[in-house]
């Protein structure tokens, strides 16, 4: 073949290959999947925070199946039992009460994501005539009616909210908290389950003189 034909079909070769190459790197770039929202909600599946929208006192943080039943088994809830959660969650104290014992469960959460959520768990779970679950701040809300409260909040949140208890509570009704205590308050019962302490109280006949009920 004469030189100038070998250039000619070099330089048509060299302009095809220039010509893919721009092209070849769109696909690459298209078929790059975006996972940094998934990677996210991977990492982060205890905390729940996608609803800024209400503060809350107390982040979710779930608890652990196995110590939901602890806390329930503490306090011997039964079928003749009203169980408030106080920062309820997803709902499952107020749902495993109602599937496991046979009980009435109220849960109060400030969080509307969460109190949506906790309703559609009671459905799933088929206990929905039994739950109900109020969105609300723990510190406006009536409980009076319970007879065991169950908490999973800040030392100085339990603090605050300690009057409310001996205001409201009657006698004898059972009081946990999931590892925090609340000061002067001695727990009747302290248990470790799977590296979570439980603290249980019984609401005396007589206010102690370290609650300020004023």
């Not at 969105?135 to 007879?147: L, N, V, Y």
């Not at 300690?162 to 409201?168: A, C, G, K, N, T």
Request: glycine share 4%.
């Amino acid at each position: 073949m004469p030189p100038t034909a070998l250039r000619t079909v070099a330089l048509r070769l060299l302009t095809c290959v220039l010509m893919t190459l721009p092209l070849a790197g769109c696909a690459q770039e298209q078929e790059t999947p975006d996972t940094t929202q998934s990677a996210a909600e991977i990492q982060s599946p205890e905390i729940e925070s996608a609803d800024s929208t209400v503060e809350a006192d107390v982040p979710f943080v779930v608890t652990p199946q196995t110590t939901v039943d602890s806390i329930l088994a503490l306090a011997k809830v039964s079928s003749d039992d009203v169980v408030y959660d106080l920062g309820s969650g997803d709902g499952r104290i107020p749902i495993t009460a109602a599937e496991e014992y046979g009980a009435r469960g109220v849960g109060i959460e400030i969080k509307p994501e969460l109190v949506q959520r906790a309703r559609e768990n009671a459905k799933i779970s088929g206990v929905s005539d039994k739950v109900e679950f109020r969105q609300q701040d723990i510190f406006e809300a009536d409980f009076s009616e319970a007879t065991v409260v169950t908490m999973y909040l800040f030392p100085e949140v339990n603090i605050q909210l300690r009057p409310m208890l001996f205001e409201q509570l009657e006698p004898g009704t059972r009081v946990v908290s999931h590892s925090f205590d609340m000061d002067e308050w001695v727990p009747d019962t302290t248990i470790r389950v799977n590296g979570d302490v439980l603290y249980l109280w019984t609401i005396p006949e007589e206010t102690p003189e370290f609650v300020d009920t004023e």
